[in-house]
């Protein structure tokens, strides 16, 4: 399959090496990362260790192929800016996959190129970008694909065989929009707190204080996702909210990564979608908002 990875980071760089075993893959990334990879390879370490000689490139404009799948990792504020950029490698065959936080990325997506070529996606491996070339994979977890209509079919088939044959553990789902809620909501409930507290995910159990904070954010973000027509179980998602801080517990969460690096957040996808849903429907969101002014204090954006 002929594969372009959108947003080389740390989990497009981790998913482009990983399916680079059996398929022809280009990366699209920042022009430091590019340039090393081009120069030593890409190494990955950690839970997975292996060094690959993957094409990489600046620009899309570099990509000589056609494109069969193309897998959008970019942060969620650079959405807009990554599809109009890709529109010139994208025909009436590319099947466009949206691997990101948030939950505003396919309603952005869908502005710009026509809704039956997007599928989505949501995954809970985690990865950190060392530096320019090197990539560490922190955690194996689960990736979910599934189609917008909630049908099954042979294109997602085909790519979920892809991903399973490199070793990426991905399932179907037939409601991944409810699958994009359950992630975001996790993501509300453990990204900003350890942004603040500038710790591993794991720390948010050690601390009963915040252990506390954890599951009335979880709590809030539920009630919003209910406004909204999300039929989600409290009781669950702090259950699965925990699950993925001890499943992770050694991880720092992409949104610390990014105030570590003075870069730009998620956390309007993330908590102040969040909250703005919550508004719409007079539902309490005053958590989400909060975390959203204090995860933006520590930032200069």
């Known amino acids: 399959m002929n594969i372009v990875i959108f947003g080389a980071g740390a989990i497009g760089s981790l998913f482009g090496a990983l399916l680079y075993k059996k398929n022809n893959v280009v990366l699209i990334g920042i022009s430091s990362h590019v340039n090393a990879i081009k120069k030593n390879g890409l190494k990955i370490t950690g839970k997975t260790n292996m060094s690959v000689n ?8 570099n990509v000589t192929f056609s494109v069969d799948l193309l897998i959008l990792t970019v942060k ?12 010139k490698i994208i ?5 466009i996959l949206s691997l990101q936080n948030g939950l505003d990325n396919i309603d952005n997506i869908k502005k710009i190129i026509d809704s039956n070529q997007i599928i989505a996606g949501v995954t809970t491996y985690g990865a950190i970008f060392s530096e320019p070339g090197i990539i560490k994979h922190t955690g194996i ?27 990426i553990e991905t399932a179907i789902s037939m409601d991944i929009i409810k699958e994009i809620w359950i992630k975001t909501i996790v993501n509300s409930s453990i990204n900003p707190l350890t942004t603040l507290f500038q710790c591993k995910n794991g720390y948010l159990l050690k601390n009963p204080i915040l252990e506390k904070i954890v599951e009335k954010v979880c709590k809030e973000s539920v009630n919003i996702a209910n406004a909204a027509g999300t039929n989600l179980s409290y009781q669950d998602m702090v259950q699965k909210t925990k699950e993925v801080i001890r499943n992770t517990s050694d991880n720092y969460s992409s949104m610390l990564q990014s105030t570590k690096k003075n870069k730009k957040t998620e956390i309007d996808s993330i908590n102040g979608r969040l909250a703005e849903i919550g508004r719409m429907h007079n539902i309490d969101c005053s958590l989400n908002e909060i975390l959203v002014y204090l995860v933006k204090s520590r930032s200069r954006y």
């Open 76 to 87: 969620s504020y650079d959405t807009k800016s990554a599809i109009n950029q890709a529109k």
């Open 54 to 61: 993957i094409s990489s490139e600046d620009s899309v404009d």
């Open 141 to 167: 977890g689960q990736t979910i694909l599934g189609e917008l209509n909630t049908q099954e079919s042979e294109r997602l088939n085909n790519i979920v065989k892809v991903f399973n044959e490199v070793g």
């Open 91 to 95: 025909d009436d065959n590319t099947v």
